[in-house]
């Protein structure tokens, strides 16, 4: 017997394959699902042969996107119709953080941001320090140069990853800044002194990087000004700015301003 | 959904019978966003939570009611609910859940 829809579903949540559902929550065959992800062509019927048609097309576009909300269409798929209400519940993989720099900040990023959700990647040159025994809580700890790793995995990063930087020295992080620009990356962030950040500003530039994208992308010193000091605290002022890169706000605190909340 | 799998696999292999509500829609305010769930065994066990811990009693109480019928709803909690539904959310804002017996 084929697998039932809620198999598919739970096998590819716990296998973190990209997967999405379509169920009928008001009209016609009130429950009815489609499933499709990666790996899975597309099972289940919504009870009608145009509807399933058009709802598929949109799911696969929900899904690409990673989100999840209510689509309404006419009975048999009719857009500008409300007849039919359909919940496209989408879920996609974790988002992926990159930490460069085996360094005494790392291992509290590297809780912090499992604590988010993030796939956690430890990658530095020198293979003494990015162990596994002092990160355990990382997904992967990787000993190889910066630069030459995200040559390898920078094509499968996306709005949602994150690449912090947190080597401070300049040999590693002015090549892994270039080529983290040359990712989609939402986020990239260096961490450093001021003296440090601006040094490593005028290293960049004579090692030909494109500065107006600097400027544009690269957040450094990295985190946001909470004042803390601990690498706890450090961790959590990264993480707070990672945030606040994703949604675009100016942070303050929710008390001083009046907008809404989320 | 990932976090409440395992308590869904234990329940039926136990042979109960299980309800799942699923956030499908806020409006305002709400902590959690849509796609986020809660199942409940007929045992009357929960797992996950669907809003920051306003609505869940409710949303219990609803799901074995669901499992009784095998009724599958859209449920909504929140300031512009009916009398019959008035569970207010702390937030002030309104979440539409739907509710269905895991029988797919």
Same mark, same amino acid.
């Given at each position: ?262 | ?16 019978? *299980? /309800?799942?509500?699923?956030? +499908?829609?806020?409006?305002? =305010? @709400?902590?959690?966003?849509? $796609? !986020?769930?809660?199942? *409940? /065994?007929?045992?009357?066990? +929960?797992?996950?939570?669907? =809003? @920051?811990?306003?609505?869940? $009693? !409710?949303?219990?109480?609803? /799901? ?41």
């Amino acid at each position: 017997m084929a697998d039932s829809i809620y198999e598919l579903w739970r096998e590819a949540v716990n296998d973190h394959r990209p997967v999405a559902l379509a169920t009928v929550i008001e009209g016609e065959n009130l429950g009815a699902k489609l499933i499709v992800g990666d790996g899975i062509d597309s099972q289940g019927t919504l009870g009608d042969v145009d509807l399933d048609r058009v709802v598929l097309r949109d799911t696969i576009g929900e899904l690409a996107g990673g989100r999840s909300g209510i689509r309404h269409y006419g009975p048999h798929g009719e857009a500008r119709e409300t007849a039919v209400s359909i919940f496209i519940e989408s879920f996609a993989p974790p988002p992926h953080m990159l930490i460069f720099g085996a360094v005494d900040f790392t291992g509290a990023l590297v809780k912090i941001a499992k604590v988010m959700g993030y796939r956690v990647t430890v990658c530095d040159a020198r293979e003494v320090f990015a162990t596994k025994r002092r990160f355990p809580n990382a997904d992967d700890v990787v000993v190889d140069w910066p630069h030459r790793h995200l040559e390898k995995v920078g094509d499968r990063l996306g709005q949602r990853d994150a690449v912090c930087v947190l080597t401070h020295d300049h040999k590693f992080d002015v090549p892994a800044i270039q080529a983290a620009l040359a990712t989609d990356v939402g986020y990239l962030g260096a961490m450093g002194s001021r003296r440090t950040c601006e040094e490593r500003l005028e290293r960049l530039a004579q090692a030909g990087a494109d500065m107006e994208q600097v400027t544009a992308r690269l957040h450094a010193p990295i985190g946001l000004d909470l004042g803390g000091r601990t690498p706890e605290e450090t961790a959590i002022a990264i993480c707070a700015e990672v945030i606040a890169a994703r949604t675009g706000r100016v942070s303050s605190s929710l008390s001083d301003t009046t907008g809404s909340i989320h | 959904m990932k976090e409440i799998m395992d308590d869904i696999d234990r329940w039926r292999r136990s042979g109960h019978k *299980v /309800a799942l509500a699923r956030v +499908v829609d806020i409006e305002g =305010s @709400g902590p959690r966003l849509p $796609g !986020a769930s809660m199942a *409940v /065994a007929e045992t009357g066990e +929960v797992a996950g939570s669907v =809003s @920051g811990g306003c609505v869940e $009693g !409710a949303v219990v109480s609803e /799901a074995l009611d669901i499992l009784a019928t095998g009724e599958r709803r859209l449920v909504t909690f929140g300031y512009s609910d009916d009398e019959a539904f008035a569970v207010g959310l702390t937030c002030g804002g309104t979440i539409h859940l739907f509710i269905e017996p895991l029988d797919w």
